[in-house]
């Protein structure tokens, strides 16, 4: 098994940026696919982004295309979330998830991940 702990959210302008991590311990991350997902008050929680498991397949919902960037470091065991021209419709708590398949058509099923870390809060306003 994989245990997930997210760092990296906090309180930002409109327009500015932070980046996530989503570090990994127990089985090494590189056995698994990783998806960002993110959930608000009173709203189910959504797909934003997923990367493979080795980095050559990346996928982003249509609301961060652009603007947010999955990468991620096998060899320290964590993936990254970059996100740019962030806007109080990002605002949510953010979660990284692991699966050992990705399953690039329908990455954004909650359903289709094992294991998923504790959250990071991400607030944008002014």
């Known amino acids: 098994q994989v245990q997930l702990v997210e760092s990296g959210g906090g309180l930002v302008q409109p327009g500015g940026s932070l980046r996530l991590s989503c570090a990994a311990s127990?089985?090494?991350?590189?056995?698994?696919?990783i998806g960002w997902f993110r959930q608000a008050p009173g709203k189910e929680r959504e797909g934003v982004s997923c990367i493979s498991r080795g980095g050559g397949s990346t996928y982003y919902a249509d609301a961060v295309q652009g603007r947010f960037t999955i990468s991620r470091d096998n060899a320290k065991n964590t993936v990254y979330l970059q996100m740019n021209s962030l806007n109080p419709e990002d605002t949510a708590v953010y979660y990284c998830?692991?699966?050992?398949?990705?399953?690039?058509?329908?990455?954004?099923?909650?359903?289709?991940?094992?294991?998923w870390g504790q959250g990071t809060q991400v607030t944008v306003s002014s």
């Open positions: 127990g089985r090494a991350l590189g056995y698994y696919a």
């Open positions: 998830a692991a699966e050992p398949i990705l399953y690039s058509t329908h990455w954004s099923s909650t359903s289709l991940w094992d294991y």
